[in-house]
């Protein structure tokens, strides 16, 4: 688990949310009940515009089959010694905590990030919780796809490290959210 700051300050003139986190969560399928996260990314800007990141693989306890690896990328190997969701998710909270959580898609993080901390006997999300897309969406209108990917492409944000790894989308979104929010306080 990684947990830094970057002196990158955001503007104020559109930081109008209060603190807010963006996070993304990589997993072994799409279920929520079934699968399981192996990664977690956030990135947390409080009130002075400050960035703080938090970023960890996790051990899913189970096996992540080959056609999810080629997804993300994440292999067995990669998470066999990493701690699990039980000891993370309580340091993801405590790094959230205050903030509005936001996420590209967010149903699907949130119901991984819910389901997981309850299956840990922790206490699930009770904070504020944005999806990006609607407010891109609304930035943006008419565009084929809002998919992370293809809203990448659209603006030419060149991912390092290659999609569907959770650090590298939660700086996509954070800049896509920063691009949307200050053309909506614009207009």
Known sequence: ????????????????????????????????VYDRIVEIAAIKVD????ENRFHSLIN??????????RVHGITNEMVDSCRSFCEIGIEFTDFARGSTLVAHNARFDLSFLQE???????????????????????????????????????????????????????????ELFRMSMKRLLRN
């Open 116 to 174: 997981s901390l309850a299956r840990s006997g922790h206490q699930t999300w009770k904070g504020k919780t944005l999806d990006s897309i609607p407010i891109i969406k609304r930035s943006y209108p008419g565009l084929p796809s809002y998919s992370l990917q293809n809203l990448s492409r659209n603006f030419g944000l060149d991912p390092i490290g290659g999609a569907h790894r959770a650090y590298v989308d939660v700086e996509l979104t954070l």
């Open 1 to 32: 688990m990684t947990s830094s700051e970057k002196p990158n300050i955001i503007p104020n003139e559109w930081h109008k949310l209060g603190p807010f986190t963006i996070f993304d969560v990589e997993t072994t399928g799409m279920s929520a």
């Open 47 to 50: 009130l002075d515009g400050i």
């Open 60 to 69: 899913p306890k189970c096996i992540i089959s080959e056609q999810v690896i």
